[in-house]
């Protein structure tokens, strides 16, 4: 079956970096588009990223343009999230999905990892 496992997360002053890791299994990553959701207390789940199933093609929230980068290695199922310059307000569990299409626009997520927490201290 489907499986997303992330890791990567942790305690970071803001200001810092992180690269959160999303290791696929049960799929042919390459068919799909994948993407990077962010839940904080209290708030409504926000689409982060998404990357198409080839990575040429990419989107982001405008809170995090410039500062992210989402990026994959189909040949090693993998797909990453690169986080510079975090802010407190980047805090949050960080989830994986898988869309149910090769693009990322107009698809909907099809797969969920369990998340990784990231936490941004001020």
């Known amino acids: 079956q489907v499986q997303l496992v992330e890791s990567g997360g942790g305690l970071v002053q803001a200001g810092g970096s992180l690269r959160l890791s999303c290791a696929a299994s049960?799929?042919?990553?390459?068919?799909?588009?994948m993407g990077w959701y962010r839940q904080a207390p209290g708030q409504q789940r926000e689409l982060v990223a998404s990357?198409?199933?080839?990575?040429?093609?990419?989107d982001y929230a405008a809170s995090v343009k410039g500062r992210f980068t989402i990026s994959r290695d189909n040949a090693q199922n993998m797909v990453y999230l690169q986080m510079s310059s975090l802010k407190p307000e980047d805090t949050g569990v960080y989830l994986c999905f898988r869309y149910d299409t090769g693009g990322w626009y107009g698809g909907r997520p099809a797969y969920w990892g369990q998340g990784t927490q990231v936490t941004v201290s001020s």
């Open positions: 049960g799929i042919i990553l390459s068919h799909y588009a």
């Open positions: 990357i198409s199933n080839g990575g040429a093609s990419t």
